[in-house]
């Protein structure tokens, strides 16, 4: 089954940057022909929307707790999804999933998504 491949994930200082990147197992799933996502989650907590490149509009949504620090676009040369994380806090601290999904419902709704990666921690320390 098609998966998603996530990288880039680390332990930084509170203020840091990292980019994380994401690319889909097989080479004829197309990102730029679905919707496309980043989702955190913490131990003991539901994951979290962080945001989101639409279909077929090509939006931009985020998490109001990311707004302005973080930015997800897409080379669909290279068929990977980026998420650029700036000035980084310790509430960023998570497992970063990358998502795609096809059907319908709430984007900020994880259970609407259809294909997910294995995930890649980020740690920001203080």
């Known amino acids: 089954q098609m998966q998603l491949v996530e990288s880039g994930g680390g332990l930084v200082q509170t203020g840091d940057s990292l980019r994380l990147s994401c690319v889909p197992s097989?080479?004829?799933?197309?990102?730029?022909?679905?919707?496309v996502g980043w989702f955190r989650q913490t131990p003991g907590k539901e994951r979290e929307f962080v945001a989101a490149?639409?279909?077929?509009?090509?939006?931009?949504l985020y998490a109001d707790s990311v707004k302005g620090r973080f930015t997800i676009s897409r080379d669909n040369t290279k068929n990977t999804l980026y998420l650029q994380m700036d000035s980084l806090k310790p509430d960023d601290t998570a497992a970063y999933y990358c998502?795609?999904?096809?059907?319908?419902?709430?984007?900020?709704?994880?259970?609407?998504?259809?294909?997910w990666g294995q995930g890649t921690q980020v740690t920001v320390s203080s």
């Open positions: 998502a795609a999904r096809m059907g319908s419902g709430s984007l900020r709704n994880f259970a609407s998504w259809n294909y």
């Open positions: 490149i639409t279909w077929p509009t090509g939006a931009t």
């Open positions: 097989e080479r004829t799933f197309r990102l730029s022909l679905t919707n």
